[in-house]
């Protein structure tokens, strides 16, 4: 029989932090052993649940979310992103200019089908949250990567993005607060590469599903508020501020210089109509979620638990000889990195999976995010203090052996 075999456009498509080694501890956990996990950001299962206020409206209005919505979403959820927009002082949003999704990541390959032509080129930060490299690719572009720097704070360097544009390159897309390193970038910065954006004539995508959380009286700014004259998609949802990963729940908002765009507009409204809506029930969450601001504001902010949680998993992993961390401002994880001439790693997904066996913790390696030394690895700082000394104490204890290999 003739072997049913994946498209080709999945070729060099990859998601690591579900990846083999994952699958791997699925199986061991089957087997009957307890792994403690490090691996995925989806709050709700450590704890921080969803605020009660958004679980009541969604089962309030239950009954009357059986049937399809506007294929942008709801108007009240997508009036509550309006004035979410204006309050991050993003100018000229009006109702037409925000999609309702499937969480991010729907949207976030939707925004890339609809751009790219075979061979598009566009940036993507190094290390970055690899759904945006696999949106790309699986779109028939060219996933061209630029580093951030570690030793300047995980900021991006510019000139490096300078020298990977060409007459291909479409988009600039940026993470911040970022996901792996926890970098939030300052204003200057952004500016600079709006400067970028419009010499070149790019369109910024800019993933913003971590801006409350802060830390250290941080602020974040939306790059989309400082300029109108060149195209933003800046994305957004309930899974992580608001805890809520599992309803599946984001969103676009189409800012700036629109004019220019209309062709590539009608296909994202193409787009958004052919997979008909988002999931109704979880929208009527996002009203209350941007508008409570009573009783949502501090269950955003990480004051305490997570606060403290970073911090500890933070002191303890820099204590381990040879490993070093930028602390980060935002987010929920840490990338810290292995001095190369203490631990000569050469394949870092073996290296996480000789973790898991011998240890029973499970982490992400860094080339899971697409970075390009076998040489860091993500920690969710997500499980309570007990958990985290537990874990790093294995983690200390692992790396310990590999030193005297
Ligand atoms: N963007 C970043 C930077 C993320 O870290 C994640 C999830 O971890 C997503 C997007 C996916 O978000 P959603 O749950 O809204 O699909």
């Given at each position: 029989m003739r072997s049913i075999t994946k498209s080709s456009k999945l070729a060099n498509v990859c998601y690591d932090i579900r990846g083999p080694v994952l699958e791997r501890a699925r199986r061991m956990e089957e087997d009957g052993h307890h792994i403690i996990k490090l691996n995925i950001g989806n709050p709700a299962t450590f704890g921080f649940e969803v605020p009660e206020e958004i679980l009541q409206d969604v089962i309030h209005n239950l009954s009357a979310a059986s049937g399809y919505c506007d294929s942008k979403g709801l108007f009240a959820a997508r009036k509550a992103i309006m004035h979410y927009s204006q309050e991050k002082k993003i100018p000229n949003v009006q109702m037409d200019d925000i999609f309702i999704g499937n969480g991010v990541s729907e949207l976030v390959v939707l925004a890339m089908q609809a751009l790219l032509n075979n061979g598009d080129e566009v940036l993507i930060p190094m290390p970055d949250y690899p759904l945006w490299t696999a949106a790309v690719v699986l779109s028939g572009g060219v996933a061209r990567h630029y580093v951030c720097d570690e030793e300047a704070g995980w900021l991006p360097d510019l000139d490096d993005i300078r020298s990977k544009i060409n007459d291909r390159t479409r988009a600039l897309v940026i993470i911040n607060p970022n996901n792996p390193t926890g970098a939030l970038y300052p204003k200057a910065l952004l500016l600079e590469l709006i400067e970028i954006a419009r010499q070149h004539q790019l369109i910024i995508y800019s993933d913003e599903i971590y801006d409350k959380i802060l830390y250290d009286d941080a602020t974040h700014t939306s790059i989309a508020s400082l300029a109108d004259d060149i195209l933003f998609i800046t994305f957004n949802g309930l899974s992580k501020n608001y805890r809520a990963a599992g309803f599946r729940s984001g969103w676009a908002i189409v800012s700036g210089e629109k004019n220019h765009a209309e062709d590539y507009i009608a296909g994202l409204n193409m787009l958004a109509s052919m997979r008909l809506c988002a999931n109704v029930p979880s929208q009527f969450g996002i009203q209350t979620a941007l508008g409570?601001?009573?009783?949502i504001y501090d269950l955003t902010l990480p004051t305490g638990r997570l606060k403290r949680q970073r911090d500890v998993a933070w002191e303890l992993l820099t204590d381990i000889p040879g490993v070093s961390c930028y602390k980060p401002q935002a987010a929920m994880y840490l990338f810290p990195k292995l001095d190369p001439k203490i631990y000569p790693v050469m394949d870092d997904q073996q290296l996480i999976l000789d973790l898991l066996l011998e240890e029973k913790v499970l982490v992400v390696q860094g080339s899971g995010f697409n970075w390009m030394n076998p040489d860091h690895f993500r920690v969710v700082f997500l499980p309570n203090i007990d958990d985290l000394k537990e874990a790093i104490s294995r983690i200390a204890h692992f790396l310990h052996r590999y030193r005297k290999r």
């Open positions: 409570g601001y009573q009783s």
